[in-house]
């Protein structure tokens, strides 16, 4: 027997089919390599770009810089489009998640067709709802009753449910005894919006990714549309039927908008100071000095005109000095004379910190100029020293050893600066603030529920007074948690010690993205990639982007097809 089984055919899936292909050896000396790919949803697509979703909901990324495809970057080359050259479309184009999920089908099937002759891809359109050993074979059941036999597995299942954390089983309480509207976390094309009512204050909790849908599905989703203003910006147009939304989260701002631009040229070798060996007491110095070294970089050698003196003066001062000490203050200082060309992390992580408002009024008006700001900072290439620096990030990200990669002060910054919206997107919310249907409450929100009124109210030390509504939405996806994961077959092994968590990820040893037991142990067999996974990867953003997919799974189908050559090559000599 050969055989390989990959549960997950999302994006990630997809990608690890392709390079498995790509890298299988040219002759199997007559056998044949059983590949399958197990998902209840249609492969390529899965479950989240799934075709036939909201088509008002859309991928952050530009369609020029999604692809499954490899580039020169990473060999064997088996080239194919990316999605903007396969809907014919404009490298920017904002495309729907569900036209994501058509060109992700078109390359699964690609894929297929390209099977080397000693490679049957075998797709099976269940749950695996366990996974167990037996006579040295990795058994996979399937939620059909069938099961598949393999010398390797690979789990690629995407974000996974979990059932309401207890703070939100409070609220879906409270919510009951009074008659109110409350939907937990989850995503946002799962959720029934329709109990939500029109033309009354809706409270969300959150400003990221699913905030983004959310006041997608709940204004053009429900009729309004954008026309374009004087200066081409888009203008929002209510239909009525939308909910005002008040939006509360920690930074009280949402996350700036994916740079419209690519860098002009290379990078240097990246990361400097972050290595796996930083421990979780150093990491917020050794990221941050990353991210600056990244930033000026750029600077310095794309756009010199705005510094002072020459890059290695600088980067021999930088080097020495520790981000944030007087040192490097006043190195920054006499080397960068613009202020906006310097790097103020701070700021941009809590730009609303220490500042109070007379009212909201007030606050809105602040924030219509930060998102103008944003949208005009992040289209405009003269600030690349921006996109470098979410290079510097992803590049510390993926050099850190599994449990401090997923340091929640990690995973924030990310989100914040790396994570967030398209320019069009980005555009579109600061139009439905401007139509007065998004109004932003501030920082460090407090929601609480008010017995004797019925309803929340929301408070926030930004700006005085408090709002009251009788709806709340979480806008975010459920913290991952293997431990409470619903997932029949992560319960099971989580059950029987086969897997455990890392800050609530899937632990893998790095870089092999092998299993890691309770007890420690490492599983020679199975293997995980995705966003749930201990040092992990979120996105598929492609060549010339800035997502490590297709590196991470070119690698990880190296380890695989070299873990079943034992049993796939040498059984035939
Ligand atoms: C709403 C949303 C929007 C996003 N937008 C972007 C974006 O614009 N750009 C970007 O780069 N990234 C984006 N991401 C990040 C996203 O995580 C990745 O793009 C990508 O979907 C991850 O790929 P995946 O294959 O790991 O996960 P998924 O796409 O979720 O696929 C996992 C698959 O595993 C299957 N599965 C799970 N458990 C089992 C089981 N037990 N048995 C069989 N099959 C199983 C699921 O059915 C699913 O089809 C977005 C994520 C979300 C949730």
């Given at each position: 027997?050969?055989?390989?089984?990959?549960?997950?055919?999302?994006?990630?899936?997809?990608?690890?089919?392709?390079?498995?292909?790509?890298?299988?050896?040219?002759?199997?000396?007559?056998?044949?390599?059983?590949?399958?790919?197990?998902?209840?949803?249609?492969?390529?697509?899965?479950?989240?770009?799934?075709?036939?979703?909201?088509?008002?909901?859309?991928?952050?990324?530009?369609?020029?810089?999604?692809?499954?495809?490899?580039?020169?970057?990473?060999?064997?080359?088996?080239?194919?489009?990316?999605?903007?050259?396969?809907?014919?479309?404009?490298?920017?184009?904002?495309?729907?998640?569900?036209?994501?999920?058509?060109?992700?089908?078109?390359?699964?099937?690609?894929?297929?067709?390209?099977?080397?002759?000693?490679?049957?891809?075998?797709?099976?359109?269940?749950?695996?709802?366990?996974?167990?050993?037996?006579?040295?074979?990795?058994?996979?059941?399937?939620?059909?009753?069938?099961?598949?036999?393999?010398?390797?597995?690979?789990?690629?299942?995407?974000?996974?449910?979990?059932?309401?954390?207890?703070?939100?089983?409070?609220?879906?309480?409270?919510?009951?005894?009074?008659?109110?509207?409350?939907?937990?976390?989850?995503?946002?094309?799962?959720?029934?919006?329709?109990?939500?009512?029109?033309?009354?204050?809706?409270?969300?909790?959150?400003?990221?990714?699913?905030?983004?849908?959310?006041?997608?599905?709940?204004?053009?989703?429900?009729?309004?549309?954008?026309?374009?203003?004087?200066?081409?910006?888009?203008?929002?147009?209510?239909?009525?039927?939308?909910?005002?939304?008040?939006?509360?989260?920690?930074?009280?701002?949402?996350?700036?908008?994916?740079?419209?631009?690519?860098?002009?040229?290379?990078?240097?070798?990246?990361?400097?100071?972050?290595?796996?060996?930083?421990?979780?007491?150093?990491?917020?110095?050794?990221?941050?000095?990353?991210?600056?070294?990244?930033?000026?970089?750029?600077?310095?050698?794309?756009?010199?005109?705005?510094?002072?003196?020459?890059?290695?003066?600088?980067?021999?001062?930088?080097?020495?000095?520790?981000?944030?000490?007087?040192?490097?203050?006043?190195l920054v200082t006499k080397s960068v004379p613009g202020f906006a060309d310097r790097l103020h992390l701070d700021r941009l992580e809590h730009p609303l910190h220490g500042?109070?408002?007379?009212?909201?009024?007030?606050?809105?008006?602040?924030?219509?100029?930060?998102?103008?700001?944003?949208?005009?900072?992040?289209?405009?290439?003269?600030?690349?020293?921006?996109?470098?620096?979410?290079?510097?990030?992803?590049?510390?990200?993926?050099?850190?050893?599994?449990?401090?990669?997923?340091?929640?002060?990690?995973?924030?910054?990310?989100?914040?600066?790396?994570?967030?919206?398209?320019?069009?997107?980005?555009?579109?919310?600061?139009?439905?603030?401007?139509?007065?249907?998004?109004?932003?409450?501030?920082?460090?929100?407090?929601?609480?529920?008010?017995?004797?009124?019925?309803?929340?109210?929301?408070?926030?030390?930004?700006?005085?007074?408090?709002?009251?509504?009788?709806?709340?939405?979480?806008?975010?996806?459920?913290?991952?948690?293997?431990?409470?994961?619903?997932?029949?077959?992560?319960?099971?092994?989580?059950?029987?010690?086969?897997?455990?968590?890392?800050?609530?990820?899937?632990?893998?040893?790095?870089?092999?993205?092998?299993?890691?037991?309770?007890?420690?142990?490492?599983?020679?067999?199975?293997?995980?990639?995705?966003?749930?996974?201990?040092?992990?990867?979120?996105?598929?953003?492609?060549?010339?982007?800035?997502?490590?997919?297709?590196?991470?799974?070119?690698?990880?189908?190296?380890?695989?097809?070299?873990?079943?050559?034992?049993?796939?090559?040498?059984?035939?000599?």
């Amino acid at each position: 027997m050969s055989a390989v089984v990959v549960i997950g055919a999302g994006p990630i899936g997809t990608c690890l089919v392709e390079r498995i292909c790509a890298n299988a050896p040219q002759s199997g000396r007559g056998r044949v390599l059983d590949l399958h790919v197990v998902d209840p949803y249609p492969p390529g697509a899965g479950r989240s770009w799934r075709i036939g979703q909201p088509g008002v909901l859309r991928a952050d990324s530009a369609a020029g810089s999604l692809t499954v495809f490899t580039d020169a970057a990473t060999r064997p080359v088996r080239p194919g489009p990316s999605l903007a050259e396969w809907l014919g479309s404009e490298p920017e184009y904002s495309a729907s998640r569900s036209e994501v999920g058509g060109y992700l089908a078109y390359a699964f099937e690609r894929v297929v067709r390209g099977t080397p002759a000693n490679v049957r891809v075998r797709v099976h359109r269940a749950r695996a709802v366990g996974l167990v050993e037996s006579a040295g074979a990795q058994r996979v059941e399937l939620s059909t009753g069938g099961q598949l036999e393999a010398d390797a597995v690979v789990l690629a299942q995407g974000h996974l449910d979990v059932p309401p954390s207890a703070a939100e089983t409070v609220e879906a309480a409270f919510a009951e005894r009074h008659g109110l509207t409350y939907l937990p976390s989850g995503r946002p094309a799962d959720l029934d919006l329709e109990v939500v009512p029109a033309g009354e204050p809706v409270l969300i909790r959150g400003a990221g990714r699913a905030f983004v849908d959310l006041v997608t599905l709940l204004t053009v989703g429900r009729g309004g549309r954008f026309t374009e203003g004087r200066q081409g910006e888009p203008v929002y147009l209510p239909s009525g039927d939308e909910p005002l939304l008040y939006v509360g989260s920690r930074r009280g701002v949402p996350h700036h908008a994916r740079p419209g631009y690519r860098l002009a040229g290379p990078l240097p070798d990246l990361p400097r100071f972050v290595t796996a060996a930083t421990s979780a007491g150093e990491l917020r110095q050794a990221v941050a000095k990353e991210l600056a070294y990244a930033y000026y970089h750029e600077l310095f050698s794309r756009h010199p005109a705005r510094t002072r003196t020459t890059w290695e003066t600088f980067e021999a001062a930088f080097t020495r000095a520790e981000w944030g000490d007087k040192a490097m203050r006043a190195l920054v200082t006499k080397s960068v004379p613009g202020f906006a060309d310097r790097l103020h992390l701070d700021r941009l992580e809590h730009p609303l910190h220490g500042m109070r408002f007379g009212d909201l009024a007030g606050l809105q008006r602040w924030m219509h100029g930060y998102l103008a700001a944003d949208l005009e900072r992040r289209a405009d290439p003269s600030f690349s020293a921006d996109l470098a620096m979410i290079h510097g990030l992803l590049s510390a990200r993926a050099a850190l050893a599994a449990g401090v990669a997923t340091d929640l002060w990690l995973q924030r910054l990310s989100g914040l600066l790396a994570g967030g919206p398209s320019l069009a997107r980005q555009a579109e919310l600061r139009a439905l603030a401007r139509a007065g249907v998004v109004t932003f409450l501030g920082a460090e929100p407090r929601i609480e529920q008010d017995e004797a009124a019925g309803a929340w109210r929301a408070t926030s030390p930004t700006v005085p007074g408090l709002t009251t509504a009788r709806a709340l939405i979480e806008a975010r996806q459920p913290a991952p948690s293997v431990r409470r994961s619903t997932d029949p077959l992560i319960a099971g092994l989580f059950a029987w010690g086969e897997c455990r968590e890392v800050s609530g990820l899937l632990d893998v040893r790095l870089p092999d993205r092998r299993l890691v037991t309770r007890t420690g142990a490492v599983h020679d067999h199975r293997f995980a990639l995705g966003p749930w996974t201990a040092g992990g990867i979120a996105g598929f953003d492609g060549p010339g982007g800035i997502a490590p997919l297709l590196r991470d799974a070119d690698a990880l189908a190296r380890t695989v097809l070299a873990q079943v050559a034992g049993s796939w090559l040498h059984a035939a000599a």
